[in-house]
Every structure is written in C-alpha cells, then in structure tokens.
C-alpha cells in the first residue's frame, strides 16, 4: 500500500498528509462523552489535558463541545459555544502550538471558534445536518473534515457503494458553498449508524474510499466495535484501539483520531517503517 499525498492549506503552514500518520488528539469538554465525559469540562482541566496530549507528539487536536454517544442529548449553540470557547481562549493565550479542530455541525459554533483560533472543522454530518457550516468553511478558507453518518441508509445494499454516494452530497454541498477540494478531509464514521460487523468490514475496506481522492481520517479509538468484541469498558480499550490504527493506516489512512496519544503514535511509527522503512540514524 502506497499512501496518497495530500497538502491542505491551512492557516499557520500547510497540513500534509502522505506516508507519515499524523495523530489527532480528542479532547471533549462534555458532561456525557462515552469515554471521558466529564473528565476535561472544566477549562482548567481541558487546558491541563491539550499540554498532556502536545507532549505525547499529537500532531492536531479536536476540540468538542457536545457528545455524539448514542442516546446522548443535543446541546443548544449557546451551550456549546459556553463549553469551547472558554478552552480556545486559554489555548490562545497560551500560545498553544497545535492546529486545533472544532468538532461541531452547528454553524454558529464552527464560525465562533474559527474566529477564536481553530484552523478546521470537524463536521460528524458532513455538512448535511446544518449546510451552512460549509459557507462558514469556505469565508474563512478552513479545511473541513467530512464525516459520514447517515441513519436512513440500505443496509441491504453495498455498504462502501451506499456510504460513497451519501458522501457526494455532502461534496457537492461543499462545492456549492465554495469550499475547495483541496480542503476536504473524509472521516468514514466508524460506530456512527454502522454495526460492529459493518465497523470491521469497513476498516477492512478502507482504502476503497480513496477513490474518492481525499485523504482519510480514521476515528476508531474506544469505540464499541472495540468493546463488543473484547467485552471491555471505553478506558480498556486501547489495545484494541491500537490495532485498528495499525490496520487503518495499512489501508491508507492519513489521520488517527485517539484518546490515547503516546501509544497510538508509537504503533502507527512502527507500521510506517514497516510498510516503507525506518528512517535513517533509526
């Protein structure tokens, strides 16, 4: 497997995507998360917690204000807005060193935090659920993460092909709005409206959704398809997580969304020298 090459403008450098896996560090102000809710939502921690995952060698971190667990409740933009903003503050002042993603559908939010530091938006329903978060993407010239999540699909038909067309409307609506190609990253929605047999058989199919001609950002750690197979609770998980990382970036993924940073990011190095050889001096 060769890795596709990608370079996204971005404010503060260019993000490039290829051979070397770049990590995402996962960082939820939320009460409810399905693995750390309520362990970073005061800003104080969530500040304390972005440090931890820069040391560890994230290269981007996802900032999110509003749980996307199943059976979770939807939070008004207002509350949203009262749970990140507070963080990319403190992050500013800071002068926090990574590119930091806002993990949000709602458009207000996604032009709010862009305006406060953030550099991309992470959309779980690719533009669909609120289109006015891809004209945001395009005013600001950010790239924008497209996710696919979509609850009504046939599950009688082929999964890659179903999940292949709902991810070209969400492209057309980003091109309507202006949002260039070159500034689109495809997160294929692991745990999202898919059963654990469709999580794995996705994986396993990954690098069909290359096609597509956008890089791939894999976001599996923790998830249930984890923890229905090992029978273990979110925080046991991460042996699990590692594995599908590995095998993820095999098929060509580009970025690996993790709680777990050190760990991740280590196993993904390894993959990488395997698949093209260690670095030299290594």
């Keep these: 497997m060769t890795h596709s090459v990608h370079e996204i403008p971005m404010r503060g450098g260019p993000l490039r995507l290829g051979r070397d896996a ?17 362990d970073f939502a005061a800003r104080d921690a969530a500040l304390a917690h972005a440090e931890l995952l820069a040391a560890e060698g994230a290269d981007l971190l996802d900032l999110g204000g509003e749980s996307t667990r199943p059976g979770s409740e939807e939070v008004g933009v207002q509350a949203e807005l ?39 938006i992470n959309d779980v329903w690719g533009l669909q659920r609120d289109p006015e978060i891809a004209d945001v993407a395009a005013h600001h010239g950010v790239p924008v993460i497209v996710m696919h999540w979509d609850t009504e699909r046939d599950t009688a038909r082929d999964l890659i092909a ?68 090992l029978d273990v609770p979110p925080k046991d998980r991460l042996f699990g997580t590692i594995a599908t990382s590995v095998l993820g970036y095999g098929k060509g993924g580009h970025i690996f969304r993790v709680h777990d940073v050190r760990a991740n990011r280590d196993a993904l190095r390894v993959a990488a020298a395997t698949l093209y050889g260690p670095p030299s001096g290594a």
């Design 22 to 38: 770049l990590v995402m560090g996962i960082l939820n102000v939320t009460p409810d998360s399905f693995s750390d809710g309520g």
């Design 162 to 229: 179903e999940m292949t067309r709902w991810l070209e409307r969400s492209l057309a609506i980003a091109a309507a709005a202006g949002v260039a190609r070159d500034r689109i990253i495809i997160d294929p929605g692991f745990g999202f409206a898919k059963s654990t047999e469709e999580n794995y058989s996705l994986l396993n199919r990954l690098d069909e959704l290359l096609a597509l001609g956008f890089p791939l950002l894999v976001g599996t750690s923790r998830k249930r398809m984890i923890g229905n197979l």
């Design 82 to 120: 009262d749970r990140v903003m507070p963080v990319l503050d403190g992050l500013a002042e800071r002068g926090f060193p990574l590119p930091v993603s806002i993990d949000t559908y709602k458009a207000l939010v996604a032009d709010q935090a862009v305006q406060a530091g953030a550099r991309i």
